[in-house]
T-cell receptor, first 114, second 111 residues
Framework: GPKVLQIPSHQIIDMGQMVTLNCDPV?????FYWYKQILGQQMEFLVN????????KSKLFKDQFSVERPDGSYFTLKIQPTALEDSAVYFC????????????FGSGTRLTVL | QQKVQQSPESLIVPEGGMASLNCTSSDRNVDYFWWYRQHSGKSPKMLMSIFSNGEKEEGRFTVHLNKASLHTSLHIRDSQPSDSALYLC???????????FGSGTRLLVSP
């Protein structure tokens, strides 16, 4: 099936540092999402992105978070500065035409903030 | 704020048994429901979707949807140990952009 790639699979950083999580969505998909999952439980919506713009974001998408997809390259989630509570698995997802379509998830990036 | 509630939190069924999982949305604008399955350490994968009132069956899996009550259920018959996973219900609405997930039901099928 369609593949979403996420790089890196694991990242360990010190609190206060910047981190960038990378996602290569399915090639013809137009909508991109980031979700946060702690301890293998609830998948919490962070943000979605279409046509170069954030369409909707949750309260978890703090001011320290930003997303972009410069020139059709990786869809990135940047956290600057990081905090201890940012430790989680971050999943990228993409869909063809929006929220009425199936989401395809990457394998996740496990972020540990020390 | 849109919420998706799932029950039970966890469920143990014997191999060959029936597992029944529930999901309700609190947002009347929801039109679309999905069930995703996430094995431990893996990413969620869509199992079934349902957008209209009624029932849909695919192999051992059946989903029901009641749009009036915004309730969907997933039933797994002849459960197998490989069905052991976290089952996530997801919902979205027309005109919205986000897909909201419930907290999941952790299913364990005991051999």
């Amino acid at each position: 099936g369609p593949k979403v790639l996420q790089i890196p699979s694991h990242q360990i950083i010190d609190m206060g540092q910047m981190v960038t999580l990378n996602c290569d969505p399915v090639s013809n998909h137009l909508y991109f999402y980031w979700y946060k999952q702690i301890l293998g439980q609830q998948m919490e919506f962070l943000v979605n992105f279409y046509n170069g713009k954030v369409m909707e974001k949750s309260k978890l998408f703090k001011d320290q978070f930003s997303v972009e997809r410069p020139d059709g390259s990786y869809f990135t989630l940047k956290i600057q500065p990081t905090a201890l509570e940012d430790s989680a698995v971050y999943f990228c997802a993409s869909s063809l035409l929006g929220s009425a379509e199936t989401l395809y998830f990457g394998s996740g990036t496990r972020l540990t903030v020390l | 704020q849109q919420k998706v509630q799932q029950s039970p939190e966890s469920l143990i069924v014997p191999e060959g048994g029936m597992a029944s999982l529930n999901c309700t949305s609190s947002d009347r604008n929801v039109d679309y429901f999905w069930w995703y399955r996430q094995h431990s350490g893996k990413s969620p994968k869509m199992l079934m979707s349902i957008f209209s009132n009624g029932e849909k069956e695919e192999g051992r899996f059946t989903v029901h949807l009641n749009k009036a009550s915004l309730h969907t259920s997933l039933h797994i018959r002849d459960s197998q140990p490989s069905d052991s996973a976290l089952y996530l219900c997801a919902a979205s609405g027309t005109g919205g952009y986000k897909v909201v997930f419930g907290s999941g039901t952790r299913l364990l099928v005991s051999p």
